[in-house]
């Protein structure tokens, strides 16, 4: 079907939206090549200008980069928390950064808390599997990330109790399994004290205050997947850049 611009925002923003939607779900994978300028403006019936800014806008927000043979997808250098790794699967099968590795240091079913408790929609101490992993690069500790999902998900996939890295990551191992997509994720961002349990991972002293993200992903039905927190590494930090014209 061909597109049609709507009125309900700029004509260059739903160009936009339109492409990095595609690359959010993996349509347009890693490398792709997007069509040119001329072949975009003839396609959505705006000027060439419209257009390039369109391009610049995915570019600014990092998610294609320009070359003189023409437009690419790159997320290569955009992601660097563990909230974007499902975009990263998606688009480029690899929920890692160039010069990223993960290390898996813990796997197993404990008590919920009453935070995970609340964003798993189970009650406090009920069993979940608790899966926790240090992310680093060639800086350090990228971050130390803690997922809990419903023990129930390890039944159908009981690797969600190994400690070993997953081919598909949490979300893909889910959505294989049982057929539960995550479509939808909130994030919180907020300082928290590191738990001694992690702060000898992230080499500082335990009840520092540091930079967290909490996510919670749900899937197709509105139901809870997964609920994630990251303590970041010193120094790291959360950006995002948005378009306000």
Do not use: C
Not at 55 to 63: R, S
Not at 94 to 117: D, T, Y
Request: net charge negative; charged share 25%; proline share 6%.
């Amino acid at each position: 079907m061909t597109p049609k611009v709507q009125r309900a925002a700029p004509p260059f923003l739903q160009i936009a939206d339109h492409f990095r939607a595609k690359i959010k779900e993996g349509e347009l994978p890693q490398e792709t090549k997007l069509p040119s300028i001329a072949e975009i403006a003839r396609e959505w019936g705006v000027a060439t200008a419209t257009a390039a800014k369109a391009i610049k806008q995915l570019q600014e927000e990092g998610y294609v980069r320009s070359t003189s043979q023409g437009t690419f997808v790159d997320l290569g250098r955009k992601l660097t928390s563990g909230s974007d790794r499902l975009q990263m699967l998606r688009a480029t099968g690899s929920g890692f950064r160039p010069g990223e590795s993960v290390e898996i240091i813990s796997a197993e079913l404990v008590p919920a808390p009453a935070h995970v408790a609340k964003g798993l929609k189970v009650s406090e101490g009920d069993q979940v599997v608790q899966r926790r992993r240090v992310y680093r690069d060639d800086d350090g500790t990228v971050a130390v990330s803690t997922s809990w999902l419903s023990s129930e998900l390890a039944e159908a996939a009981p690797e969600l109790l190994d400690v070993g890295p997953l081919p598909k990551m949490t979300f893909g191992l889910i959505e294989d399994r049982t057929g539960r997509r995550a479509v939808r994720r909130r994030d919180v961002v907020a300082m928290y004290p590191v738990p001694s349990d992690i702060a000898e991972a992230l080499g500082i002293e335990a009840g520092t205050q540091a930079l967290t993200m909490t996510n919670q992903y749900s899937d197709q039905h509105g139901e809870p997947t997964e609920y994630a927190r990251d303590f970041l590494g010193p120094g790291r930090e959360l950006s995002a850049e948005y378009a306000l014209d």
